[in-house]
């Protein structure tokens, strides 16, 4: 059974800090990772999504990066800003008859200070 | 215009009732899903229908019946509701399995 964990389960850092958070899942064997991030009282909107054959996706201020033997997935969000400040949510696909069966963590709530 | 809208936003009702929540994505997507947060944040996938056929059923209780009229829309009725049955409900859609998954903004449940 997938299970994934999400470290640390908060972070709160001042304005323009870079910051990594972390995801980690047990079975290696994953079709693609996406990075979700949730604000309070809204849906999810997806961050970046690596296939299991990539080693890392960029968008803006944000690189995700995957290490899939070693069930490892970081997200690196650089010079951040109060805007950031959301829940960030980890989540595997394992393919083949999962049909959009997502496992997630239970997310890094970070709060960035101006 | 919104892509995965869901109704209501929010539902208060009692113990016993039953009640639905609609969900209607405008992206032109062939899957769609239902997926529960509970209070500890978790999010875990209770249904995914493709083509309007249900596919995934995560052992879910039977008193949630998720109805697919067509490919925009997947509904979740929900029946003689109880206590544990608060949470958040997201629908979702994607135009295939294995990419990127889009979610309405949830519809927060609270059964007293």
């Known amino acids: 059974k997938q299970e994934v964990t999400q470290i640390p389960a908060a972070l709160s850092v001042p304005e323009g800090e870079n910051l990594v958070l972390n995801c980690s899942f047990t079975?290696?064997?994953?079709?693609?990772l996406q990075w979700f991030r949730q604000d309070p009282g809204k849906g999810l909107t997806s961050l970046l999504l690596?296939?299991?054959?990539?080693r890392e996706q960029t968008s803006g201020r944000l690189n995700a990066s995957l290490d899939k033997s070693s069930g490892r997935s970081t997200l690196y969000i650089a010079a951040s800003q109060p805007g950031d400040s959301a829940t960030y949510l980890c989540?595997?696909?394992?393919?083949?008859?999962?049909?959009?069966?997502?496992?997630f963590g239970q997310g890094t709530i970070l709060t960035v200070h101006p | 215009d919104t892509a995965v809208s869901q109704t209501p936003k929010y539902l208060v009702t009692q113990m016993g009732n039953d009640k639905s929540i609609k969900c209607e994505q405008n992206?032109?997507?062939?899957?769609m899903y239902w997926y529960k947060q509970d209070s500890k944040k978790f999010l875990k996938i209770m249904f995914s229908?493709?083509?309007?056929?249900?596919?995934i059923n995560e052992t879910v209780p039977n008193r949630f019946s998720p109805k697919s009229p067509d490919k925009a829309h997947l509904n979740l009725h929900i029946n003689s509701l109880e206590l544990g049955d608060s949470a958040v409900y997201f629908c979702?859609?994607?135009?295939?399995?294995?990419?990127?998954?889009?979610f309405g903004e949830g519809s927060w449940l609270t059964v007293v």
């Open positions: 979702a859609s994607s135009q295939v399995q294995g990419i990127t998954i889009y």
């Open positions: 079975d290696s064997a994953i079709y693609n």
């Open positions: 690596i296939q299991s054959s990539q």
């Open positions: 989540a595997v696909f394992a393919g083949g008859t999962s049909y959009g069966k997502l496992t």
């Open positions: 992206l032109g997507h062939d899957t």
């Open positions: 229908y493709n083509n309007k056929e249900l596919i």
